[in-house]
C-alpha cells in the first residue's frame, strides 16, 4: 500500500506540473500578445496625435506664408507680412522668407528677412541674415524646395551664428512661385527641437492617463516613453537622457514600416515600438522597459507555484489520512 500511496503522489506531483507548465507557457504567450497589442495600440494613438499637433502647426505656417505672397510689393511690405502673424503661434521660433537672388535690387543679392523670438517673452524682431556668409540659396531646404515645388519639413539642423537665434531646428518650408512657375522665394517656419519634445513630453501624460488605453494594467507601472526618430535612425526628439538611436532599423524607417525592437537604452533591456508618422519622413517609438512587461509573468509564476504547492498538499493530506484510516 505505501508504495500505490508513492506511486499516486508521483502521478499527481508530474500531471500536475505538466498541467502547471502547459498554463503557465499558455499565459506567457497571452500576456505577451496583450504587451503587443496595447503598446502598437499606444504607439498608433501617440503617432495619430504627434501627426495632429505637427499637421496645427502647418496651417499656422501657411497662414504666414499666405500673407507674404499678397504683400510681395516690397521688401518692407514683406517684412510687415511677417511681423503680422507671429502672434498665430508661440511656438514657433522665426519665420523667413528667402528670396531668390536680386529679387528685390535695392536689397542686393541676399534678401532673408527673418522674423523671430529674441527670448521667452515671445517678443519678435526682424534680422536680415541673407549675406555671402549665409548665402541661403546654397543650403538644403532652398535648393530641394526649388527642385521639388512642394511644401516639406527639413532634417533636423543645428545654426549657429554666435547670436541668440543659434540652436536645434526642424524647418517646416514652402515655395512660393510667380503666376509664370518662377521660384519668387522659399519661406520657413523655424520649431525648436526642445518645443517637440515638450509637446511629446504632454502626449505621453495624457496617453498614460486615457482609461481604454491603459484598462487592465496588469500591475505595470507604465512607465514608457515616447521619442521621434529621423529616417537615418537619429533621435531628434526624447525625454532628458533618454537618447534611442535606432540604427538596427534604419531600412524600416526608411521604408516607413511599423516594427518592434529588442535592444538596451542606458544599460537597461526595453522593447521598442515603432512606426511612421503621417504625412512626414519621422517615426515615432515608444520605449517600454522589459522589467515592466516581466512583471504580469512573474505575478503569474507565484500564483501558479502556491497553487501547485498547495495542490500537493491537499494530496499529501488526503494520502495521509487514508494511511492512518487504514492502520486504524
Known amino acids: ?43 498608433n494613438v501617440i503617432s495619430e496625435k ?9 496651417m499656422n505656417a501657411m497662414n504666414v506664408f499666405d500673407e507674404v505672397e499678397k504683400n510681395m510689393g516690397s521688401p518692407e511690405a514683406v517684412i510687415d507680412a511677417l511681423m503680422s502673424k507671429t502672434s498665430l503661434n508661440p511656438d514657433v521660433r522665426g519665420y523667413f522668407a528667402a528670396f531668390e537672388p536680386d529679387y528685390f535690387p535695392q536689397k ?12 521667452s517673452s515671445n517678443t519678435f524682431v526682424m534680422s536680415q541674415v541673407g549675406s555671402a556668409r549665409h548665402d541661403y540659396t ?47 522665394c522659399v519661406c520657413g517656419a523655424d520649431m525648436t527641437l526642445e518645443w517637440l519634445s515638450k509637446e ?18 496588469i500591475n505595470k507601472e507604465l512607465d514608457y516613453y515616447t521619442v521621434v526618430v529621423n529616417s537615418d535612425g537619429s533621435c531628434i526628439a526624447h525625454p532628458e537622457d533618454k537618447n534611442v538611436p ?27 515600438y515603432y512606426g511612421p508618422i503621417n504625412n512626414i519622413s519621422w517615426s515615432v517609438a515608444v520605449v ?7 512583471k504580469p509573468m512573474l505575478i503569474l509564476g507565484l500564483i501558479l507555484i502556491t497553487v501547485a504547492m498547495l495542490g500537493l498538499m491537499v494530496v499529501w493530506l488526503v494520502l495521509r489520512s487514508a494511511r492512518y484510516a487504514e492502520i486504524s
Open 50 to 58: 504627434i501627426a495632429k499637433t505637427i499637421n496645427g502647426m502647418e
Open 138 to 184: 546654397k543650403s538644403d531646404w532652398y535648393v530641394r524646395a526649388k527642385e521639388e515645388s512642394t511644401s516639406f519639413w527639413s532634417d533636423p539642423y543645428y545654426y549657429y551664428d554666435g547670436t541668440s537665434i543659434s540652436g536645434h531646428y526642424c524647418t517646416f518650408v514652402e515655395p512660393i512661385f510667380d503666376s509664370n512657375g518662377q521660384l519668387i
Open 200 to 217: 511629446l513630453r504632454q502626449i505621453d501624460y495624457r496617453s498614460k492617463q486615457n482609461v481604454l488605453l491603459n484598462k487592465y494594467a
Open 1 to 43: 500500500m505505501k508504495k500505490i500511496r508513492i506511486y499516486v503522489l508521483l502521478t499527481v506531483t508530474v500531471t500536475m506540473l505538466i498541467l502547471l507548465l502547459l498554463t503557465f507557457f499558455a499565459c506567457q504567450y497571452s500576456i505577451r500578445a496583450e504587451n503587443h497589442v496595447r503598446y502598437v495600440g499606444i504607439m
Open 246 to 272: 535606432m540604427k538596427e532599423v534604419v531600412n524600416d524607417l526608411k521604408q516607413r514600416r511599423s516594427g518592434m525592437l529588442e535592444t538596451t537604452v542606458n544599460g537597461e533591456p526595453v522593447t521598442i
Open 288 to 294: 517600454v522597459p522589459q522589467e515592466d512587461t516581466l
Open 108 to 119: 542686393g543679392r541676399w534678401f532673408e528677412p527673418y522674423v523671430h523670438q529674441t527670448d
